[in-house]
């Protein structure tokens, strides 16, 4: 995953994408290299939308890498894609993300930060 890689600082994320590419398994696609361009434009404000819905006493620091790394993209995608109908098909692609690469039960906890944030969303 792109942007799990990129947590690390080590690599731009135009880096990351062209040696996704060239290994061509698991290869970027366009949509995935606009929504992770996208991420990288929007980083402040998408980790403060994350932020805002933990728990009282959480920081981002605090998250698993990957937990991280799934949040900003559905994050990324429910605030930047333009379409606010795909917010549950983001948030249930997250979980089937978290369910695959998460610790056990993180799946439930990146659902709620997600269903928090399309909530508020919808009141705005």
Same mark, same amino acid.
């Given at each position: 995953?792109?942007? =799990? ?6 690599? &731009? ?21 606009? $929504? $992770?361009?996208? =991420? ?18 959480? @920081? ?7 937990? @991280? ?10 605030? =930047? &894609? ?26 439930? =906890?990146?659902?709620?930060? $997600?269903?928090?944030?399309?909530? &508020?969303?919808?009141?705005?």
């Amino acid at each position: 995953m792109a942007l =799990f890689e990129y947590s690390f600082g080590a690599n &731009s994320m135009e880096e990351i994408i062209a040696a996704s590419r060239e290994a061509e398994e698991y290869a970027v696609d366009a949509y995935g290299e606009s $929504l $992770l361009i996208n =991420f990288c434009a929007h980083q402040p404000e998408v980790d403060e939308k994350i932020a805002q819905n933990l728990k009282r006493g959480w @920081t981002l620091a605090r998250i698993p890498r990957v937990n @991280t790394a799934i949040l900003r993209l559905a994050v990324t995608e429910m605030m =930047f &894609s333009g379409n606010s109908d795909m917010d549950s098909i983001v948030a249930n692609e997250a979980v089937e993300l978290a369910k695959k690469y998460a610790g056990d039960d993180d799946y439930q =906890f990146i659902n709620g930060i $997600l269903g928090a944030l399309s909530r &508020s969303k919808e009141q705005a």
